[in-house]
């Protein structure tokens, strides 16, 4: 089951389960849309390489159960940060 991770890796920017501007790759590293367009060159992962696809959205109901994850990601990727 995914984690469904809180934030951009890259900006910190708030993600909720169902943000329709989430971003991630086969190994769950997590971006939102703004950051994958215009800091991460080539639309491509950072940490592996691989596509960045629109995150599915857990439906409603079943987030009470099998709720996201609240472990906040953030690495220190080139053009991201405060400063990019």
Known sequence: ????????????????????????????????????????????CPNCGGDLVRRPVRPAGKLAKFPASTVRVSKPHAGCGKGA
């Not at 469904?4 to 890259?10: G, K, Y």
């Not at 849309?33 to 491509?44: E, I, K, N, S």
């Open 1 to 44: 089951m995914l984690s469904l991770r809180p934030n951009c890796e890259c900006c910190d920017k708030d993600l909720a389960p169902d943000a329709a501007d989430a971003l991630m790759c086969s190994f769950e590293c997590t971006f939102c849309a703004d950051c994958v367009a215009h800091r991460l060159p080539g639309h491509v």
